[in-house]
């Protein structure tokens, strides 16, 4: 008999000034075997409003297309009401990253996540600087009984 159970963890990643975009596939594979869930849900929320979480293939063709992609949807140097009040430079990086959003739910079945085989979760700097990114990862589901 299975036991239901949640696990919480932390990823700490230190990502380059945005767009950088970088592969957190493994580490979120290394929270489902930590918590050794069987069959149920992960959940990875990125911490702060400049940064984002989704699904790519992960390789330089595609990257950069999605980095162009960001980029040309709320491009940098463009007036945004942001820099009136904070003259930070980074009102694209809040909308670039609310427009990917924080977080994403990834089904595991099996003891791994269920994705494609060219699919990898990432993890993105919107920012102009540099930045260590937290992703609270939040595990639900079934616990085999040893």
Request: glycine share 8%.
């Amino acid at each position: 008999m299975a036991d239901l159970l949640m696990h919480c963890d932390q990823l700490t990643v230190e990502l380059k000034t945005g767009v950088s975009i970088q592969d957190i596939t493994r580490q979120l594979e290394s929270s489902v075997v930590e918590a050794q869930v069987i069959n149920g849900v992960v959940h990875a929320t990125v911490v702060g409003s400049t940064g984002s979480i989704t699904t790519i293939e992960y390789e330089s063709g595609v990257v950069e297309d999605l980095s162009r992609a960001i980029n040309e949807l709320a491009p940098p140097g463009r007036n945004y009401a942001h820099e009136e009040a904070w003259h930070d430079g980074n009102g694209h990086s809040h909308v670039q990253a609310a427009l990917l959003g924080p977080s994403i739910s990834l089904a595991v079945r099996n003891g791994r996540l269920a994705l494609g085989t060219w699919q990898q979760v990432v993890l993105i700097n919107h920012d102009n600087r540099p930045r260590t990114r937290k992703v609270e990862v939040t595990l639900i589901g079934q616990h085999e009984n040893v």
